[in-house]
């Protein structure tokens, strides 16, 4: 079952995006969701590698992805994101490098404005500061990291993908081919 929404992170996008030979990103963001969403912040700091910005971009000229930015909210939706962002920036952004998590939360902040159920990113830490921030029990939202679509799509809950290209996506990703084998998706005898 696809997810109603998502809102997309640069880490996510430039590490499933990776490859110009298995278009994994455009791949997974049409099955994952509905409707897939980026930050103008985010979408700006994807640069390389240039198929994860081309991928985007095919997405966007779909119209699977839309950029979104805060220049578009009617006034009360720009005092809600606002309010969202300074409380994240007091959490997440250190004043002598501003510029590091800026994406995350212009995106949670865009996620709690719209009602944005879902974040994709890597961040494996992240979790925690937005159900101590933002998760109120109303228009809560929810990582999925990569090892989460990894395990929807052994699930059968994302379509289109088989074990080896699960696998493929996990080390393209960066991350360890044993705790795949081993943790994530053993191989059947």
Known sequence: MKLEGIIV???FCIKVGASPKYRYLEKVLMELADKVYIH??????ILVPACAKEQVNCLKEQGILEVVNENNLNPAEKILYQGTYDSLAKVMINPERPRKNRGEVCSLAMAKTKSIPYFATDERDLQPIID?????GLDDIMCVRIEDVIRRIKSGELGGFKRKDAKALWVLTGKNK???????WPAEK
């Open 9 to 11: 992170d640069a880490d």
């Open 40 to 45: 103008k912040t985010v979408y700006d700091e």
């Open 132 to 136: 101590k921030i933002l998760n109120t």
């Open 178 to 184: 044993d705790i795949f084998d081993r943790d994530i």
